[in-house]
């Protein structure tokens, strides 16, 4: 076989590092440094001529920095005359600007696909993207993994007693309906005005929560806003308790904050992203599932198995 190598990118270095480790292969090196004004520099420091090569690395705060890392890496494994090169991006950035919702503004979404594919990227392995039809961006393969099977076993192990799942807008209809199948539970709909980026108000539920213990599945928390004021609703809607679980903890602003004064119980996320410890939040991790993907990737094997 041709065999494959897995690199880190400075955001994702633990993250690989337990990809690694389940694959039992070793963390591959590279020598990524900054120069005085904060240009990128990248030496790949072992060879990767005829190999597969997987890139880990979150494209999250700092946005620009860690996608340019991204891609300047990418560049210099293409120049080392790798056989193929697949980005690995846990937390796939700027994933919120899919299309025109104002006049004169750009699809940064369909930017980053475009840098991608230019720099050299042959293949993409991501998880949740915040819209599914950012894999019709690429004119590459992209497996967009559904992150909420994660989170299956840990709400078995809490024996809730009357659980119910909740769509905490009603973009996230398809992905709480996907989660409630494969739980065999009903579903509810928290319908919300969003007034402007980062702020929402939450207006009414789209079903009957008295009595239930909720479950608020999504794709990101960025200033726990919504998920606060959804929890807030719920429970004056009858709620006995409402937890909410998203793939990406971004956690930006006011969110710690808002965590820790609102009326959500708990929050599940993964490991997409590096996080502070906080009494409500529960990280757990996605490495398995995504070491997985790579092995199969790596000897051609199908990826949607997984989720059937």
Do not use: W
């Amino acid at each position: 076989m041709r065999g494959y190598k897995i690199f880190a990118g400075s955001s994702s270095v633990e993250f690989a590092k337990e990809v690694c480790q389940l694959l039992d292969v070793p963390l591959a090196k590279a020598d990524v440094k900054s120069f005085s004004d904060g240009e990128i520099s990248v030496q790949i420091a072992e060879s990767v001529r005829g190999r597969d090569v997987f890139i880990v690395q979150s494209t999250g705060a700092p946005s620009n920095d860690n996608l340019m890392e991204l891609l300047v890496m990418t560049d210099a494994l293409r120049r080392s005359s790798a056989n193929s090169i697949t980005a690995v991006v846990p937390y796939f950035g700027y994933a919120r600007q899919d299309r025109k919702a104002a006049p004169r503004v750009p699809i940064t979404a369909k930017l980053v696909a475009d840098m991608y594919e230019t720099a050299g990227i042959d293949r993409v392995v991501t998880i949740d993207l915040h819209a599914g039809q950012i894999q019709g961006f690429f004119n590459i393969p992209v497996d967009n993994l559904y992150g909420s099977i994660t989170f299956e076993n840990y709400i078995k192990s809490k024996n809730l007693k009357s659980p119910i799942v909740a769509s905490p807008d009603i973009g996230g209809v398809a992905r709480a309906r996907y989660f409630a199948k494969r739980l065999g539970l009903d579903m509810v709909i928290v319908d919300k005005r969003r007034e402007k980026a980062n702020e929402s108000e939450v207006m009414n539920i789209i079903g009957d929560v008295a009595g239930h213990d909720v479950i608020m599945i999504d794709d990101m928390v960025d200033t726990a806003g919504t998920m606060v004021k959804a929890a807030t609703a719920l429970k004056n809607k009858g709620a006995t308790s409402v937890m909410a679980c998203a793939t990406h903890g971004v956690l930006s602003g006011k969110a710690y904050e808002n965590l820790a004064n609102g009326e959500l119980d708990e929050l599940i996320i993964t490991n997409t992203l590096v996080t502070k410890p906080s009494e409500k939040i529960v990280v757990l991790t996605v490495a398995p599932l995504f070491a997985e993907v790579i092995r199969r990737v790596y000897h051609n094997e199908s990826v949607n198995s997984l989720f059937i």
